[in-house]
């Protein structure tokens, strides 16, 4: 995985479709700016959670074509893709076929059946579903109330539970949500090997696992990042995905302490820096580089592989710091984002279980051009391969209307707002823009950043020093966290 800076957006983000993407990143603005383009999933026929909900991997012409993909291509930009490894939506048509068989559809076990994983484990309740032994339930982690089933009506008026950990809605027969696939089926296996095939062919070179550490279950266990089930998934999906040269990023967010990044590279995979959004916040507000020092020193001198981020679709993370910034600096960090119009996500509605703060990064930033920048920089001269936001590269502000539009759980959409062509290129005079995408470009063409350049990180509890350095070439960042100013010294 190369560190050139990686473009994020979903494929409507910047303009209607991926082609509007295309044509800008053809323009002059943004030339030699991103090698690399994370295009979020909804680029994939889909129904729930913008995306994350797939009903199958071919192209949802309407946002995406091979032409604008192939055009990419030309363009030396490759791409990160995503892969949801734990469930398939309920419109699938592996879930349509069991709904419609019931016991004669060859997918009767591409799902999991409740039922048959907890027999012996349990008590069959009335309702027709085995409510497991309470030494089981009390290791397990959920993701919402209840138990994580959805009773699936067969054709022959039998119903039966299956495991369901995200989203369900349920109307008679017709279903909606994201349905956990069994991965000891072969017909499942089957399934990731041609998605993973359909995947390289559109040009990616990253493949992104989105909740994979929840796919491997047993009886007994957390049900979530299970060991060693879910190290030894990971080694299969490997196993299918090297020969088609596609590296895999596991998504997985835990606290700082329970070192999972570190299990991670020691296994040769690379990581989500998902400390860096937190840390930056805390180092610009407070200004101190104390803690976001360490963690780059620690980075480099573990020689850990990262994607970074500021912003993301998601939010920003902040169960992550847990261990790595004293508690009440995480509640600290919480409340002057909440402060400034984020919105708070408590893990599936238990409290001090913080996931993450819902906010623009240029918001939870005060909307300071100033602040905007200095983040910018420290991301750009991090260690890793930086992920950029195209909502936090146009600066933009939290979008109260489009929650509100939203609805119940709607919170995310705060930092997703579709920018049109005009507001595009209105946002492209502004000063900030421009700024940050000189300091992207430089990250994608000075040769001091070139694979193999020796990092280097220093400085006091006020101040934070940087330099890369390749052959002759080198480029230090030198920021003042006293005064939020920054400056940048290199020779190509």
């Known amino acids: 995985m190369n560190s050139k800076p990686m473009l994020n957006a979903y494929p409507d983000s910047l303009g209607r479709n991926l082609g509007d993407i295309v044509t800008l990143l053809k323009t002059e603005a943004l030339q030699n700016v991103f090698s690399s383009f994370y295009i979020l999933p909804s680029l994939y026929h889909s129904d729930l959670d913008r995306g994350f909900s797939v009903i199958d991997y071919d192209l949802n012409e309407q946002l995406a074509d091979r032409e604008g993909l192939d055009q990419l291509k030309n363009m030396g930009i490759d791409l990160k ?28 076990d591409f799902f999991i059946d409740w039922n048959h994983f907890w027999e012996g484990h349990g008590t069959m309740t009335e309702e027709g579903y085995i409510q497991p032994d309470e030494s089981c339930l009390k290791q397990m982690f959920f993701r919402k109330p209840g138990l994580p089933i959805l009773m699936v009506e067969f054709p022959n008026g039998k119903k039966v539970p299956y495991w369901n950990t995200f989203y369900q809605e349920v109307h008679g027969r017709q279903y909606l949500g994201q349905m956990d696939v069994n991965i000891q089926s072969p017909k499942v296996w089957e399934f990731y090997r041609e998605t993973l095939e359909k995947i390289a062919s559109y040009g990616a070179a990253i493949v992104r696992l989105d909740a994979f550490a929840y796919a491997p279950k047993a009886p007994g266990k957390k049900n979530f990042l299970n060991d060693p089930e879910t190290w030894e998934l990971l080694q299969k999906i490997h196993a299918l995905a090297e020969p088609l040269g596609l590296t895999l990023l596991p998504e997985i967010h835990a606290a700082y302490d329970e070192k999972i990044y570190e299990t991670l590279a020691e296994k040769g995979y690379a990581t989500y820096d998902f400390f860096l959004p937190g840390l930056v916040i805390d180092a610009i507000e407070n200004r101190r580089g104390t803690y976001l020092a360490a963690w780059a020193k620690e980075i480099v001198e573990k020689k850990i592989s990262t994607v970074n981020m500021l912003g993301c679709h998601d939010g920003i993370p902040l169960l992550d710091l847990k261990g790595l910034l004293p508690e009440e600096e995480i509640q600290s960090l919480i409340e002057r984002i909440v402060s400034r119009g984020g919105m708070v996500k408590n ?36 260690p890793g391969k930086p992920q950029v936001w195209y909502l936090d590269l146009f600066a933009g502000k939290n979008d109260h209307e489009a929650v509100r539009r939203a609805g119940e759980s709607g919170h995310k959409e705060i930092n997703r707002t579709n920018l049109s062509t005009d507001q595009i290129t209105e946002g492209l005079k502004k000063d900030v823009v421009q700024k940050q995408l000189a300091l992207i470009r430089m990250r994608n063409t000075h040769k001091a950043f070139s694979e193999g350049a020796e990092v280097a990180i220093s ?19 030198y920021v003042n966290f006293e005064s939020g100013t920054y400056t940048i010294v290199e020779s190509r």
């Open 81 to 108: 893709l995503d892969f949801i490894l734990n469930h398939a939506s309920a419109q699938s048509p592996q879930f349509q076929d069991l709904v419609e068989k019931g016991e004669a559809s060859v997918f009767r």
């Open 347 to 382: 893990l599936h509605g238990q409290k001090n279980l913080y996931y993450q703060v819902n906010a623009t990064y240029y918001s939870a930033l005060g909307a300071s051009d100033e602040k905007m920048l200095l983040a910018r920089a420290i991301q750009m001269f991090m």
């Open 459 to 477: 400085g006091g509890e006020r101040s934070l020093e940087i330099r890369w350095e390749y052959n002759s070439a080198f480029a230090t960042l």
